[in-house]
C-alpha cells in the first residue's frame, strides 16, 4: 500500500510521489486525510528550496484510518473517527508541555533542527508521512488530535487551527472581551480568524483594517460580525476609531497585517487608550526603525507578541463551528486536489486579488 503525496522538492516546486505506508507500532496511528488547509506560513516554507524534500500541510482534518492498541486507549479514539490534528508533536515533558505551553515545545518548533513538527518534517525522516498534501499522514505517538464535532464537515474543521488562532490572540492573549473595542490590522484568514473569536467573546465593535484592494474579504469580515471596515489608503482609521469609542480609543489592537511595519505598528500604537493591548503576530516586522517606544511608555500599553495556539483555543474553534451561528463557510474559498498543490500554494502566495481566503487540499480528488 502506498499514499499519493505532493512531495515538496525544491522552491516552489513539488512533485506527485507514490510513498508506503507505515507498519504501524501499537502507540502510533494512520490518517486518512480529507482536508488539508493551506496556511500563510507554508508560503515562506514553500518557496524556501533548502530544505526538505517534504510533504508540506499542516492543518489537517482526516478519518482515523488505522491505530495501534495503545494509540486507541491513550487518544480515546477509534478508526472511522473524523478528527482535527495540530501541527504540533510535542515531547509531552519538558516545563512548557506540563504546563499545557506544548506550543512553545523545543522538540516541535520547527526552527530547530532534528524538531518534530506536521508540515516540516522531510521524507527522509521515516516513516515521510509528515504533512497533510498526501492521501494519508501518520498519527505520530506524539500527535496532538482533536475529534472534530458531530455536523461539523472536513472541509470547515480544517480552519480549526487558523480559527484556533483567533482564539488564542483576540481572547486568551488579548483579553477581548464585553463592552470593548478590537481593531485587527489585516483582513486575511488569520485576521477573519480573530474578528470572529473577539465578536464570539463579546467585544462590542470589532473594526478591520484592509487596503482599498481587499474590498471582498473586508466583505467577508462583514458576513462574519465585524462591525466596520476600514480601507486605510481610503479612509481614516484614527477618526473611525475615535468616531465610534466617543474618543475613549480602542481596547485591543492586534497587527495581523502582511507589510507595513513601523507605519502599521505605531499607527496602531496611537489607536489604543491608556493600558491598552497591542498584539503582534505578522512575521515581517524583523526589525522597526522609527517604532514609537515613547508611545508605548507614556500609554502604559501591554505590547505582546503571539504564536500559535493552545489546545483550548483550538477546542473553542470548533465548538463554535458545531454551533453553526457564524457562516464559516464564507471564508473557505478554493479547493484544489492533490495534482494542483502548487496552484494552490501560488494563489495563496499571490496577491489575492480574487478574493481567495481559506484554501485547502482535497487529497482524494
Ligand atoms: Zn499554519
Ligand atoms: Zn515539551
Redesign the pocket.
Given at each position: 500500500m502506498t499514499s499519493r503525496a505532493a512531495v515538496h522538492v525544491a522552491a516552489k516546486r513539488t512533485e506527485i510521489r507514490e510513498l508506503p505506508l507505515p507498519l504501524l507500532a501499537s502507540d502510533a496511528g494512520l490518517l486518512r486525510v480529507v482536508a488539508a488547509?493551506v496556511?500563510?506560513?507554508?508560503i515562506a516554507y514553500y518557496a524556501d528550496g533548502s530544505v526538505g524534500p517534504r510533504i508540506l500541510g499542516?492543518?489537517n482534518v482526516g478519518l482515523v484510518e488505522q491505530l495501534g492498541a495503545l494509540a486507541r486507549e491513550r487518544w480515546g479514539v477509534r478508526e472511522g473517527d473524523l478528527v482535527a490534528l495540530e501541527?504540533y508533536l510535542p515531547c509531552g515533558h519538558c516545563a512548557d508541555c506540563r504546563a499545557g505551553e506544548y506550543r512553545s515545545c523545543l522538540q516541535t518548533d520547527n526552527t530547530r533542527a532534528g524538531a518534530l513538527r506536521y508540515?516540516t518534517t522531510g521524507i527522509d525522516v521515516p516513516p515521510a508521512l509528515w504533512g497533510g498534501y498526501s492521501q494519508y499522514q501518520y498519527l505520530h505517538p506524539r500527535a496532538v488530535l482533536h475529534r472534530v464535532p458531530a455536523g461539523v464537515s472536513a472541509r470547515l474543521a480544517a480552519m480549526a487551527?487558523?480559527l484556533g488562532?483567533g482564539f488564542q490572540w483576540a481572547y486568551l492573549d488579548g483579553g477581548a472581551g464585553p463592552g470593548q473595542t478590537v481593531v485587527v490590522q489585516g483582513p486575511g484568514q488569520q485576521g477573519l480568524a480573530c474578528v470572529v473569536a473577539a465578536k464570539a467573546a463579546g467585544a462590542k465593535t470589532v473594526i478591520v483594517t484592509g487596503l482599498a484592494r481587499d474590498e471582498t474579504r473586508l466583505a467577508v469580515a462583514k458576513r462574519l460580525g465585524a462591525d466596520h471596515c476600514v480601507a486605510v489608503d481610503r479612509d481614516s482609521l484614527p477618526d473611525l476609531v475615535a468616531e465610534v469609542t466617543g474618543g475613549t480609543l480602542a481596547d485591543l489592537v492586534i497587527d495581523v497585517s502582511s507589510g507595513g511595519a513601523t507605519a502599521v505598528v505605531n499607527g496602531g500604537l496611537e489607536l489604543l487608550r491608556k493600558r491598552g493591548t497591542l498584539l503582534v503576530a505578522a512575521y515581517k516586522h524583523a526589525a522597526l526603525d522609527g517604532f514609537a517606544i515613547d508611545a508605548v511608555i507614556r500609554g502604559q500599553i501591554t505590547l505582546r507578541g503571539v504564536r500559535g495556539h493552545s489546545f483550548r483555543a483550538v477546542e473553542m474553534a470548533l465548538n463554535l463551528m458545531a454551533q453553526h451561528d457564524v457562516d464559516l463557510n464564507a471564508m473557505a474559498t478554493h479547493e484544489f486536489a492533490l495534482d494542483d498543490v502548487d496552484r494552490a500554494l501560488r494563489l495563496v502566495g499571490g496577491e489575492r486579488g480574487d478574493g481567495a481566503i481559506q484554501v485547502s487540499i482535497a487529497p482524494w480528488s
Open positions: 488547509g496556511c500563510g506560513s507554508d499542516h492543518e501541527e508540515g487551527l487558523p488562532n
